[in-house]
């Protein structure tokens, strides 16, 4: 069975850093497609930035500079390092490979003086 497993999140002050991380298993994760995506309250789940297996990347435009998505297939692992942090980027985050039907709990990020 397909799962993801995040982790990292927290409570950071504004301009601070936070590097989520995911484990992935029950894929070839190799061969996917993988990405990160978050929900804020009342919002619509959004993609935040993707990756493919050859390592090139798509951001959103709220993030870019900032965010920088990362792999390991090694680990089966994807990384999303978060600079410069805003209020605004306050959300649940989650990642999945976008071709696959499986979420995982996500990991909420709080950015707050």
């Known amino acids: 069975q397909v799962q993801f497993v995040e982790s990292g999140g927290g409570l950071v002050q504004p301009g601070g850093s936070l590097r989520l991380s995911c484990a992935a298993s029950?894929?070839?994760?190799?061969?996917?497609?993988m990405g990160w995506y978050r929900q804020a309250p009342g919002k619509q789940r959004e993609e935040v930035a993707v990756?493919?297996?050859?390592?090139?990347?798509n951001y959103a435009d709220p993030v870019k500079g900032r965010f920088t998505i990362s792999r390991d297939n090694a680990k089966n692992m994807v990384y999303l390092q978060m600079n410069g942090l805003k209020p605004e980027d306050t959300a649940v985050y989650y990642c999945?490979?976008?071709?696959?039907?499986?979420w995982g709990q996500g990991t909420q990020v709080t950015v707050s003086s």
């Open positions: 029950g894929m070839r994760f190799s061969i996917y497609n």
């Open positions: 990756m493919t297996p050859g390592g090139m990347t």
């Open positions: 999945r490979a976008p071709s696959l039907d499986y």
